[in-house]
C-alpha cells in the first residue's frame, strides 16, 4: 500500500500541511517519530552503531544534564555574603555548569535543528524554532554572565528544556507507534517474495512483481499473497483475517482465496486474479487507514483551537518576553519566554483526539471490526436508537421447529425421506431440512435422479419405487394427494413455513420451519438494551413474523416495510435529533446503512470494497454491538479528559509562565508530565479487552488448535460432499 | 555524620530488595558480556546507579535546605524530615515483609521504556551499561524515597549526596555478585534475605525516627550523632 501521506514510523497520517519531500527520503510527522525511527532502526540487523549512537545521545545528555544540576543546586544554594573562597568555589561551579551544558547543546540540539530547518522549509509555523531560540537565549546570556562573572547562569534551563522536550516527543512517538500495532499486524501477514510458476520451471519473485494472471505456489504454512483462484490443490484455509471465521475453511481448484488469508495444511497452485496490492487485505488495510486519516468532529475543533493557538502563543510569549525585558531585564525575560513556549508546545492538545481513535480503531481491528469512517466511533456513543434488519441480521436461516406425521408413519422415516430429497436442492428451507436430519442422525434414503420444480419442491423415487413428493402444501393439491387427517393439524400461524413430503399419493407428514436467531442475537439485544439503547427491528417481511422474532428480542417490531419506508423510518427519527444506528446485511439495506449516522453492516465477508456503512462486523458476531457501544463511550470519555486536561492544563499554566512564577526547567518537566498523561490515557483504548464476547474467538493460535480445527471442518464438510 | 556506616548497612541489608527489582537488569547485563568484561560491566552499571542516587541525594539535600531556610524557627524541621523518611521506610518495611498490604497495582511501564532498556541492557558497549544504570537509579523505589527523605533531613547539599551515596555503595556488593555470578542466591535464599531485609528496613526506619526526636531535644540543633552510636561511644 502507498505511504503517500503516512509517517513513515507510527504509520499516522501526516499533518495536510506536510509539503512532500525528497521522493524517497522517509517523512515523519513530529521529531518524536524521528528521533523514535533512529531509535528502532536497531532492531533491524546491521545499523546497530548507528542508533545506539542515538540511544547513547539521550543517555549521555541526561547523565551531562544531571552533573549541570548538581553544580546548579550548589550555586542556588549560595550565601548573600560568601567568603572569598567560597567565592572561587562558586566561580568553579559556574565554569564546570557550561562544561556540562556544551555536550547537551551537541547532542541533542541537532536533531531539533534538523527538525525546525525543514518545518522552515516546508512554511510552517514553527514552535521548535522558538524553543530554540530560547534554548540559544538562555545559553548565550550565561554564557555571557560566566565570561563577565556578574549574574545569574541559567545552564540547567537549557539542558533541562533540551532533555524534556526530547523525552516527551519520543514518548509521543512511542505512543502512537503503539496505537497503529495492529495495522502493522496485518501488513506484515503478507510475505515479501513469492514462488512463481513459469513455464521454465519456478522462481522467487518479491510480491510486488506479481501481477494478475501470475500462477503461484502456496505452501502449508504460507500466506496467500494476493487474490486468486486455485487451480490444483486442496487446503484448509485460516480466513480470520478477512471474514474474522475461526474455522478454517477447505477450499479446492476453482475456489477463490483472499490475500493475507494463510494456508494451513495443504499445497496450493493460485492463479492470482489481482495484482500485488490491491487484494483484499490490502483493501481492508486502506479502508482502516482511510478511517484514521478521516477529521472527526473532535478533531476540527482541536483543530480549529490549534489555528489560533500557534500564533496566540507567539504572540505571548513575545508579549512576555518585552514586558518582563522592561520590568526586570533580560535574564528574566528570557526564561519567561521560554517557559511560555515550553508549558505550551502543543503536543498534548495536538494529541488529544487522534490518538484516543487510532487507539479504539486498532482495538475494534483486533476484533474483526473494521470502522471504516472515525465519526462513527465516537457518534455510537451517543446512540439511542438502534435498527435492526431482520433477515440476515438478526436471524440466519431456518430451522424445523416440529414434524407432523401421519398416523403410521414414524418420525424418523419422514425425516429421512424428506432429507433426502432436501439433498439435491439449495433452498434455505431444504438446507435446513438436511441440516435437521444430520442433527437427529437419521440417515437421507432414496433411489434414483431427483427432480426440482422451482417455486413448488422436489420430486424422486424411494427405495420401494414409490413417487416421492416434498414441497408446499398448495402443490400436493395441485398434485391431488391424499391429506388423511393433516390438512386440518396444520397449524395456521403465519410465522411458521410447512413442508409437506408425500409418497405414494399419501401425504406421510409435514416439516414445520422457523425462521432461526443468529445465535448471538438475543445477549446482544439485551446488552444493549441494559445500555439503554431502544431497539427496533426494521422488516420488509410479514408484521406477525416480524413482531414474532421481536417479542423474542425484546425488542419493537414494524413489518412489511419496503427499502423506502426504511429510509424514511430512519430520516424521521434523525429529524427528531436522534442518532440512528442502523444494522444490516451490507448489501441488500445499503440504502439504510447509508442514511443512518451509523451504518454496521454484517456479511462484508472478503469483499471490503463493496461494503456500505461505516463499520463492519467480519464475523457477523452481533455481541460485537454493545462491546462497540462501550468502546466507542470509552473513546468520547478518554477524548473529552484528553481535550480538558490539554485546555486546562495550558489555560492554568500559561498564564503563570507567563507571570513569570514558573520556571522553565520546571515547565519542561510539566511538558513532559502532561504528554505522558494523555499518551498513557488513551493507550488504555488499545488494551480495552474487558467487555469481550467470549465465545467464537477462538482463533488458530498454535498449530495444535489450527490441526484441530482443520480436522473438525473436514469431518462437518463430509456430508455434503 | 556518625550514622553513615548505618546507612551502608542498610544499602546492603536492602540490597536484596534491590536484588528483587532491579536484579533483572544486573542479569542481563551479565548475560550481554563474558568473561572478566562481566565484572566491568556489573561495576559500570553500579557506577551509573550510583551516579543517579549522588545527583538524587544532592537534589533532596538542596531541598532540605530550602525548606529549612524557608521555616527557620516556626518548626523544627530536621525532625520532620526525619520523621517523615522513619515512617516511610518503616511502611516500606512492613510492605516488604507482607505484613501491610498495597493499595493499588501500579501499572506497567509502558511507552517504550521496556524497549529502551531492553536495547541498552543487551548492547555491549559500556556507554550503554552506564546509561542504563543511570536511568535504574530513576526507576521508581519505595527504599530509595525513604533514603530521599533521610538524604532532605540533612538540608546540607553534601551530606544529602553522601547519604545517597553511601546507601547506594551499601546495595553494591550483592548487586555486582549476582549480575556477575548468575544466581549466586537460591530463591529461597533471596526470600529468606528478602523478609530479612524488610525488617532491616522497619528498624531503619525506627533509628531515624528516634533521631528525629533527639532533633527536638536539642532545640532545633543538630545532635551530636544517632542515640544508638552515641550510646555506643559512651
Known amino acids: 500500500m502507498s505511504h503517500a501521506a503516512h509517517c513513515d514510523y507510527c504509520g499516522l497520517p501526516l499533518a495536510s500541511s506536510h509539503k512532500v519531500a525528497a521522493d524517497d527520503a522517509p517523512r515523519y510527522c513530529c521529531f518524536g517519530c524521528r528521533f523514535a525511527a533512529e531509535v528502532n532502526a536497531q532492531g533491524e540487523g546491521d545499523g546497530t552503531s548507528r542508533v545506539q549512537s542515538t540511544m547513547t545521545r539521550l543517555g549521555l545528555a541526561l547523565f551531562f544534564s544531571m552533573n549541570v544540576m548538581v553544580f546548579t543546586f550548589f550555586l542556588w544554594s549560595q550565601a548573600e555574603n560568601a567568603s572569598a573562597s567560597a567565592a572561587i568555589l562558586y566561580d568553579v561551579a559556574r565554569y564546570a555548569c557550561l562544561l556540562f551544558t556544551l555536550p547537551v547543546l551537541l547532542l541533542l540540539g541537532g536533531p531539533l535543528v534538523e527538525d525546525a530547518c525543514a518545518e522552515l522549509r516546508s512554511g510552517r509555523a514553527s514552535l521548535n524554532l522558538l524553543l530554540l531560540s530560547g534554548v540559544a537565549a538562555s545559553f548565550a546570556y550565561s554564557l555571557w554572565a560566566v565570561f563577565a562573572a556578574a549574574g545569574h547562569v541559567y545552564f540547567e534551563v537549557a539542558c533541562m528544556v533540551l532533555v524534556a522536550v526530547t523525552l516527551g516527543r519520543w514518548l509521543e512517538a512511542s505512543g502512537k507507534l503503539r496505537t497503529t500495532a495492529e495495522l502493522r499486524r496485518l501488513e506484515k501477514l503478507l510475505p515479501d517474495v513469492v514462488r512463481r510458476v513459469t513455464a521454465s520451471g519456478e522462481e522467487v519473485v518479491p510480491l510486488d512483481a506479481v501481477t494478475s494472471g501470475d500462477v503461484l505456489r502456496i505452501l502449508p504454512g504460507e500466506a496467500v499473497p494476493v487474490d486468486g483462484q486455485i487451480v490444483r490443490g486442496t487446503a484448509a484455509i485460516d480466513e480470520a483475517t478477512v471474514t474474522g471465521e475461526s474455522l478454517p475453511v477447505v477450499k479446492e481448484c476453482g475456489h477463490k482465496v483472499f490475500s493475507g488469508t494463510m494456508n494451513l495444511d495443504g499445497e496450493l497452485t493460485v492463479e492470482a486474479t489481482a495484482s500485488a496490492g490491491s487484494g483484499t487485505l490490502e483493501r481492508l488495510i486502506a479502508a482502516v487507514m482511510q478511517a484514521v486519516s478521516g477529521r472527526t468532529r473532535f478533531q476540527r475543533l482541536a483543530e480549529t483551537i490549534a489555528a489560533w493557538f500557534l500564533p496566540a502563543i507567539l504572540l505571548i510569549s513575545v508579549v512576555t518576553f518585552a514586558y518582563h525585558y522592561t520590568a526586570s531585564g533580560l535574564s528574566a525575560a528570557i526564561l519567561n519566554g521560554l517557559a511560555v513556549i515550553v508549558i505550551s508546545c502543543p503536543c498534548a492538545l495536538g494529541l488529544a483526539t487522534p490518538l484516543a481513535l487510532w487507539a479504539a480503531v486498532g482495538t475494534a481491528t483486533r476484533r474483526h471490526v473494521l470502522i471504516r469512517d472515525a465519526d462513527a466511533l465516537t457518534q455510537l456513543a451517543a446512540a439511542r436508537t438502534f435498527g435492526f434488519d431482520k433477515t440476515g441480521t438478526l436471524t440466519s436461516g431456518c430451522e424445523v421447529a416440529e414434524v407432523l406425521t401421519a398416523p403410521d408413519v414414524t418420525s424418523e422415516e419422514l425425516v429421512s425421506l424428506a432429507a433426502a430429497l432436501a439433498q439435491g436442492s439449495n433452498h434455505p428451507l431444504s438446507q435446513a431440512i438436511v441440516n435437521y436430519a444430520r442433527q437427529h442422525q437419521v440417515s437421507a434414503s432414496v433411489s434414483g435422479e431427483l427432480r426440482s420444480h422451482a417455486g413448488r419442491g422436489m420430486e424422486g423415487r424411494s427405495l420401494t419405487d414409490e413417487l416421492v413428493l416434498l414441497g408446499s402444501a398448495r402443490w400436493m393439491d395441485e398434485r391431488q394427494v391424499h391429506w388423511g387427517d393433516l390438512r386440518e393439524r396444520l397449524p395456521q400461524s403465519s410465522d411458521i413455513t410447512t413442508v409437506v413430503c408425500a409418497a405414494g399419493g399419501k401425504v406421510l407428514g409435514a416439516l414445520l420451519l422457523r425462521e432461526s436467531l443468529r445465535e448471538s442475537a438475543v445477549s446482544a439485544l439485551q446488552a444493549l438494551q441494559q445500555l439503554g439503547a431502544r431497539t427496533e427491528i426494521l422488516s420488509g417481511d410479514h408484521p406477525a413474523r416480524a413482531q414474532m422474532i421481536a417479542t423474542l428480542l425484546g425488542a419493537r417490531a414494524t413489518g412489511a416495510m419496503l427499502p423506502e419506508d426504511k429510509l424514511r423510518w430512519i430520516r424521521d427519527a434523525r429529524a427528531g435529533g436522534e442518532t440512528v444506528v442502523m444494522t444490516g446485511d451490507g448489501l441488500n439495506d445499503a440504502p439504510a446503512l447509508a442514511a443512518a449516522s451509523v451504518g454496521i453492516a454484517l456479511g462484508c465477508g472478503a469483499d471490503v470494497a463493496r461494503w456500505s456503512g461505516s463499520i463492519c462486523l467480519l464475523n457477523d458476531d452481533l455481541e460485537l454491538l454493545p462491546w462497540m457501544v462501550e468502546l466507542s463511550r470509552s473513546t468520547v470519555r478518554t477524548i473529552r479528559w484528553n481535550l480538558l486536561w490539554a485546555f486546562g492544563y495550558n489555560a492554568i499554566c500559561i498564564p503563570l509562565a507567563a507571570a513569570g512564577w514558573l520556571h522553565p526547567a520546571v515547565a519542561a518537566a510539566a511538558m513532559v508530565v502532561s504528554s505522558l498523561l494523555v499518551v498513557s490515557n488513551s493507550l488504555r483504548l488499545a488494551s480495552e479487552e474487558e467487555h469481550l464476547p467470549q465465545d467464537g474467538l477462538k482463533l488458530a493460535t498454535s498449530n495444535e488448535t489450527a490441526t484441530t480445527l482443520v480436522r473438525e471442518s473436514r469431518e462437518l464438510m463430509e456430508p455434503v460432499a | ?234
Open chain 2, 1 to 234: 555524620m556518625i550514622e553513615w556506616p548505618l546507612l551502608a548497612i542498610s544499602g546492603l541489608v536492602g540490597s536484596s530488595h534491590c536484588l528483587g527489582m532491579c536484579g533483572p537488569f544486573a542479569l542481563a547485563i551479565g548475560a550481554a558480556s563474558r568473561g572478566r568484561a562481566v565484572v566491568v560491566h556489573q561495576v559500570v552499571y553500579t557506577l551509573g546507579r550510583l551516579f543517579t542516587y549522588a545527583v538524587l541525594g544532592v537534589a533532596a539535600g538542596f531541598a532540605g535546605q530550602r525548606i529549612v531556610t524557608a521555616f527557620p524557627r516556626l518548626m523544627n524541621v530536621p525532625a520532620i524530615l526525619a520523621f517523615i523518611a522513619g515512617a516511610y521506610l518503616i511502611y516500606q518495611g512492613l510492605l516488604a515483609a507482607g505484613v501491610l498490604k498495597k493499595w493499588g497495582v501500579a501499572r506497567g511501564a509502558g511507552c517504550g521504556a521496556a524497549s529502551v532498556f531492553r536495547s541498552l541492557l543487551s548492547s555491549g558497549a559500556l556507554s550503554s551499561v552506564f546509561i542504563a544504570g543511570i536511568l535504574t537509579g530513576l526507576l521508581p523505589c519505595g527504599l530509595l524515597y525513604g533514603m530521599l527523605a533521610l538524604a532532605a533531613s540533612t538540608g546540607d547539599l553534601v551530606h544529602g549526596g553522601a547519604t545517597m551515596l553511601i546507601f547506594g555503595l551499601g546495595t553494591a556488593p550483592l548487586m555486582i555478585a549476582a549480575g556477575s555470578a548468575g544466581s549466586l542466591l537460591s530463591l529461597g535464599a533471596r526470600q529468606k534475605l528478602f523478609v530479612a531485609a524488610a525488617w532491616c528496613l522497619v528498624l531503619t526506619g525506627g533509628i531515624t525516627m528516634v533521631r528525629g526526636a533527639s532533633y527536638l531535644d536539642f532545640g532545633g540543633e543538630p545532635p551530636p550523632g544517632c542515640p544508638f552510636c552515641v550510646s555506643e561511644e559512651k
